[in-house]
């Protein structure tokens, strides 16, 4: 029999059975992990299963590459805070929706899990949750090996008048060095290099380049050719915000 513990962000949930369900849960140690929980809609299991919400779980398996089963404990709901505010169900069904199809089963990621877990304990606080979610955005590009590089323009080298971002590269470009090109580059707000007011409009704008990598970079292999709908949702509270 192989076990082990460690602490959980629900991510999402399936019915396995009459009584159980199959639990997905970003673990700082084990990555994204799958297990049933028996008894998981029950009254007393099924409100600890919220996705976003921390808990502490043994994973127990008699093989490693098995399924295996969990039994949880909770740590923190963040139920309420979702719940309360538009802008913060939104963005928790965003930040687990992407973490559930980006990341590599098994695959530990604990910096990015501390980072996720700050993220989520912000969604009360919608005067600063949509710039700490596109930083997140931009962390979860660098963690999975696509980080962004916005300091000088691609093709002259200057470190001025930088205004969009290569599709191709990740690179910043300049208005002059993107030329009869400029139609095709992506935006590229000062909020997206740490700059500027970071209003909502220069948010959403960042947001479109940082999920333009998110596709076509970390979603190339997971089967999904689309960014979740739940992250179009987000976008959309933020629209009308």
């Keep these: 029999m192989i076990e082990w513990q460690d602490e959980a962000v629900v991510l999402a949930l399936r019915p396995h059975g009459e009584t159980s369900v199959i639990a997905e849960v970003f673990t700082p140690l084990h990555g994204r992990h799958a297990g049933i929980v028996r008894g998981g809609t029950s009254r007393k299991i099924a409100p ?18 098995h399924l295996g089963s969990f039994t949880v404990e909770p740590v923190r709901s963040r139920a309420a805070m979702a719940m309360a505010d538009r802008l913060a169900l939104a963005g928790l069904n ?12 098994r695959d530990p990621h604990p910096a990015l899990y501390a980072r996720s877990v700050d993220l989520l304990d912000l969604l009360d606080q919608g005067e600063v949750w949509p710039l700490a ?34 599709p191709r590269s990740g690179r910043a470009v300049s208005a002059a060095g993107a030329g009869e090109w400029a139609d095709r580059m992506l935006p590229l707000p000062p909020v997206l290099r740490g700059e500027g007011d970071a209003d909502l409009p220069d948010i959403r704008a960042a947001l479109t380049t940082t999920g333009y990598f998110i596709e076509h970079q970390l979603m190339r292999g997971s089967g999904d050719r689309l960014l979740p709908a739940a992250r179009q949702r987000l976008l959309a509270v933020l629209a009308r915000s």
């Design 48 to 65: 600890i299963l919220q996705p976003g919400a921390q808990i502490a779980v043994v994973w127990k398996a008699r093989l490693e590459d």
């Design 133 to 166: 979610y596109l930083q997140w955005e931009l962390a979860l590009l660098e963690e999975m090996g696509f980080g962004l590089d916005l300091k000088t323009c691609a093709v002259t080298g200057t470190t001025e008048g930088l205004v969009y971002v290569s």
């Design 94 to 105: 965003a930040v687990t929706a992407l973490l559930s199809v980006v990341m590599a089963e």
